[in-house]
């Protein structure tokens, strides 16, 4: 294929409107392309890439439907994968909620909210509080009915909220497993939804043109755009476990009482976005309050902080991660690190509390940030009190500095040659005979910043961590997740035709 492009590169990128360009410009692209002819790329390969890596936020899908109707099942047939946890068993959480999904060459994220319920609330309660914090992050909903149950009052108790959040909606007619179970998806029209697309998750029946059915549902960018204007508010999420003073610090930055902070445990309220001045800037908070932890709801109300987590996430630039300085750091606390920056969103780490402690605590809590919170020692860090209104100026430099290092974008000549100093200094270790090099990069775009190298092969996991290190260190990035891709040029014998 690369033996048709002309001297001067024009032929590798005479179609480039066909593709997105990322991050970079029309010049700028058509010198990289170049570039990537003279090296020998394949040269659709390195458009995809670009492509690929130049997205925006991905939109979202949400899957909703009462217990045991096959969502979770749906959801590992969606993404291609097992990774949904599939029980009868009511009471099942999971530490993630949200994945990654292509079909038809558009990606986009699903969130599940399969298979928990809440005896104590009852389960039209349950399922409606899934939905609702499913629903908030979604663009499009693919709504599960079991079509051999038929529609029930709980269903029906769901689309009445389905209707309110105005979303596109896909019906799901599951556990069709033949051509005699199609009548009974037909019966689902009366629930005023549209057309029920009979699938079997279990088996595969059907789910093709359902996931046709979703890409027309889903808009090709997410309808939330990030500042309603140049100038506008910026999205800021404030997370954490339960009871770690979220609704307390919200009140204190408002300077009011704009949340309940002594709820009831296992309740839920619609969620209010506030409009905060901090620092001479209007700032929108995204509201993630409102679950509490008993005992005896425990699971329950850890999964719905998941939910409500993932969804302030998706709405947000920048998720401010409330941590209980005054207890040990907690897997929970982890995996709400975790999620913000698999959601690639800029992220401050707050620690709250911070007015209770005495030295022996602060000194044991260095040791559990550096060995629990590694893996984000780039994000801008606070101590708080919510109580006391202890440090709250540091709170907005902190998120300034780390939307600065989201937005930050390096050229690609500037970052080519940082990439030429770096593997001559250090090579990458030779492996089999063979010694991998970075051939060239490019960064595809920013909120995260994400950038794609091309190599002469398989570079590891280690040294693409060093790449990352050393990129921080030049370039800064703080308070931001980098991605970075890596492809291979293929052997000349092995080219595509």
Known sequence: MNDDIQPDGSAAYEDAHEYDHGALGDAEYAEFMELAAEEGFDIEDVEGAIEAAGHGPLPVLAVVGRPNVGKSTLVNRIIGRREAVVEDKPGVTRDRVTYEAEWAGRRFKVVDTGGWEQDVLGIDAS??????????AADAVVFVVDAKVGATDTDEAVVRLLRK?????????????GPSGEADAAYLWNLGLGEPH???????????DMLDAVLEALPEAPAQSFGTAIGGPRRIALIGRPNVGKSSLLNKVAGE??????????????????LIELGGVTWKFVDTAGIRKRVHLQQGADYYASLRTAAAVEKAEVAVILIDAAENISVQDQRIVTMAVEAGRAVVLAFNKWDTLDEERRYYLER???TELGQVAWAPRVNVSARTG??????????ETA??????RVPTGRLNAFLGELVSAHPHPVRGGKQPRILFGTQAGTKPPRFVLFASGF????YRRFIERRLREEFGFEGTPIHISVRVREKRGQKKK
């Open 165 to 177: 959040a105005g979303k596109p909606v896909v019906l799901c007619a599951n556990k069709v497993d």
């Open 368 to 370: 559990e940030i550096e």
């Open 390 to 399: 202890r440090h709250m100026e540091k709170l907005v430099p902190a998120i």
């Open 198 to 208: 009979p699938v079997s998750a279990l088996h595969g029946r059907g789910t093709g």
């Open 127 to 136: 399922v409606a509080a899934q939905a609702e914090y499913a629903i908030e």
């Open 403 to 408: 939307l600065a290092g989201w937005e930050t």
């Open 257 to 274: 009482e704009r949340v309940v902070v002594n709820e009831l445990a296992g309740t839920t309220r619609d969620p209010v976005d506030e």
């Open 459 to 462: 570079i590891e996991a280690g």
